[in-house]
């Protein structure tokens, strides 16, 4: 049953299906078009607050982990993904599980916030199906892994639903009893159309192209020996599992739910925990302005690399209407990566690398000795500070402009430094645009023992706006250290965790930003 009695959907709303591996929800919550069209669209400044008032689970993490040792990556005791990455009130989502061997399961679905230090709501629970073994997909042109398994569930998005991160987690349930077992994740986001302050973009991009389940088969794998490459001959799916987390260090925590509690939840969490008044989508959802353009403040976050051109030139257009851009990200709009659809149709789900974004810029032309088709249009233009070659590295957070209204209140001197904040990936280069300042910069050593520069800056819009860029992936380790969260390790560097003066730095911007 869900925490809260008002919260939507309860067990007792789904029944076991009695097919060979279906499971259905046969009856559903009532949908009604008046509510949801008002949660959907109306201004409700008070929305995320009053959803953090809610109980938050006890017992939401993954607990019991079963990683196949052959690949390092899958976890095939039960496994799954959805048929959208977002959804809005009233649709319905499939999710498509695999357990091997064929066991009985349960999903409890969670949305993820602040919840009084918590992190997460359980909002229903769904089942128990009985499972079954879906077949591994066949390796497709362009080393494309499309899963075509059959629904387990349907899930039905009832009216009070906010938007925000779920995560489904999945559960084995033994032969006798009906504690839950083995474990893992499928993640999606809930997103509405209501007028906000803050739009929170999810990197969901990013989380598919260095997603290597069953095993190796990521946007960087091209069945060569080599362990990272960046082919453009490579598609992926978001119609599979998304495996464990091991770029960088080894996330067992993050099976199913990509990189967002990797990257992401830490802002998504201390946001949620300040009141702001925040709403969700993913990369998907930005291929035309108007989503953006209800809000006051647009949030690249993380590690925001993957973007179709649609994307640039909304976000393009919503800072030329007077939307504030934060680049709370490193590494972000660095590659063209075009969205394809399913081969049932479905829209937007899979991406291929077809070039680097750059213009005429140097930092395009080192990334450019792999015969790529496309090349998009300078992302310094956009941002502030560009992608730079090499870009794997880690370093201090160092301050050259104390003055700036920014960082009003952190006792901020000139040459101070925040340790660790900078990787494994940043942006440098400033670009030429009038008034940009640099208020950070310094040296990321790459292994430890090779240098390069990096640089955050704001720069004005054109109404009186403005757009910051923090130049480093990290960024949101500095924000909170919430449960289900691990901090990251890369390149001889790594970030300390919350830090007093990013979250006010964060604030000031916000507070300019919101008025």
């Known amino acids: 049953m869900a925490d809260d009695p008002n919260s939507g959907m309860d067990r007792r709303r789904f029944i076991q299906s009695t097919g060979a591996g279906l499971a259905t929800a046969l009856a559903a919550p009532k949908l009604h078009a008046e509510t949801d069209s008002q949660t959907a669209t109306s201004r409700q400044p008070s929305l995320i607050r009053q959803e953090n008032q809610r109980e938050g689970a006890r017992d939401w993490q993954l607990t019991r982990i079963h990683i196949d040792s052959r690949s390092g990556y899958r976890s095939p005791r039960i496994e799954g993904y959805c048929s959208r990455q977002s959804v809005q009130v009233g649709d319905r989502l499939d999710v498509m599980v695999s357990t091997r061997p064929a066991a009985p399961f349960q999903i409890e679905i969670f949305r993820t916030g602040y919840y009084s230090a918590r992190g997460a709501r359980l909002m229903s629970v769904l089942g128990p199906f009985q499972g079954r073994e879906q077949p591994d997909p066949p390796i497709g042109e362009q080393r494309l892994r499309e899963c075509r398994w059959e629904a387990s569930a349907t899930v039905p998005i009832p009216a009070d639903w906010p938007s925000g991160v779920y995560l489904g987690r999945l559960s084995t349930l033994p032969p006798k009893g009906n504690q839950p077992y083995w474990q893992s994740y499928v993640i999606f986001i809930v997103r509405d159309d209501r007028p906000a302050d803050i739009l929170f973009q999810c990197s969901d991009n990013t989380w598919l192209a260095y997603n290597r389940w069953p095993n190796r088969f990521s946007l960087y794998d091209d069945g060569s020996e080599s362990e990272w490459s960046s082919p453009h001959s490579v598609k992926v799916s978001f119609d599979r599992p998304y495996g464990k987390y091991r770029q960088i260090y080894d996330n067992p925590q993050s099976v199913g739910s990509g990189e967002y509690l990797c990257f992401e939840f830490p802002l998504a969490y201390w946001l949620e925990q300040q009141g702001y008044d925040v709403t969700y ?57 075009p969205f394809l659809a399913a081969a049932d149709g479905r829209p937007n789900r899979i991406i291929h690398r077809a070039g680097p974004y750059g213009g005429a810029a140097k930092q395009r032309h080192e990334r450019l000795d792999g015969g790529y088709p496309m090349t998009g249009p300078d992302e310094g233009l956009l941002m502030g500070v560009r992608n730079v070659e090499p870009v ?124």
């Open 281 to 337: 989508c993913s990369n998907s959802d930005m291929l035309s302005p108007e989503r953006g353009q209800k809000c006051k403040a647009f949030l690249s976050v993380g590690h925001d690399e993957y973007w179709d051109l649609r994307q640039y030139e909304s976000v393009k257009s919503m800072i030329d209407s007077g939307v504030d851009a934060l680049f709370l990200s490193g590494n972000a709009v660095c590659w063209v990566s």
């Open 392 to 515: 794997n590295g880690g370093g201090d957070w160092i301050i050259t402009r104390p003055d700036h209204w920014m960082f009003e209140g952190t006792g901020i001197k000139r040459g101070d430094s925040i340790p660790g904040l900078v990787g494994w990936e940043y942006h440098g280069n400033p670009a030429d645009i009038p008034g940009l300042q640099v208020v950070a910069e310094g040296t990321a050593w790459v292994g430890g023992t090779r240098p390069q520069q990096w640089a955050a800056s704001i720069h004005p819009g054109p109404k009186k706006n403005f757009v910051f860029n923090a130049a480093t992936i990290f960024w949101v380790q500095g924000m909170s250290n919430p449960p289900g969260h691990m901090l990251p390790w890369s390149h001889a560097s790594r970030p300390h965790g919350a830090d007093e003066r990013v979250q006010r730095i964060t604030a000031n911007l916000l507070q300019r930003s919101l008025g």
